[in-house]
C-alpha cells in the first residue's frame, strides 16, 4: 500500500497555471497505473490523466486536452500535474492514485 500526498492546490484565475504534486511513499517506476482524477461535489470522480511510469505514455480526458500534461520522477517518487489555461469548470479536488491507493486530494478554485 503507497501514501500519497497531494499539493500545489490553489485559486487561479481563469486562464492560468496551477502545477499539482504528489509525493509517494514507495517506488512508482514499474506502475503502470498512475494518474490523476478530480470531483466536484455531487458529481462522481472521473479521470484526468494518466501515465505508465515505465514506458511515459500518457492518457488525457477530452476536457484537458491539451491544456493539461501528466508526468512523473520515478527518482523522486512523485507525480505531476501541470495544468494551464484554465477555465472555471476545472474547479475540483485534484486526487493522485497509484493503482488501488489514493491521496487526499487537494482543493482547485478557478474563477
Known amino acids: 500500500h503507497v501514501q500519497l500526498v497531494e499539493s500545489g492546490g490553489s485559486s487561479a484565475q481563469a486562464g492560468g497555471s496551477l502545477r499539482l504534486s504528489c509525493a509517494t511513499s514507495?517506488?512508482?517506476?514499474?506502475?503502470?497505473?498512475l494518474g490523476w482524477f478530480r470531483q466536484v461535489p455531487g458529481k462522481e470522480r472521473e479521470g484526468v490523466a494518466s501515465?505508465?511510469?515505465?514506458?511515459?505514455?500518457?492518457a488525457y480526458a477530452e476536457s484537458v486536452k491539451g491544456r493539461f500534461t501528466i508526468s512523473r520522477d520515478s527518482g523522486k517518487r512523485a507525480l505531476y500535474l501541470q495544468m494551464n489555461s484554465l477555465k472555471t469548470e476545472d474547479t475540483a479536488v485534484y486526487y493522485c492514485a497509484v493503482c488501488a491507493s489514493w491521496g487526499q486530494g487537494t482543493q482547485v478554485t478557478v474563477s
Open positions: 514507495g517506488p512508482i517506476s514499474s506502475r503502470n497505473c
Open positions: 501515465i505508465h511510469a515505465y514506458t511515459g505514455m500518457t
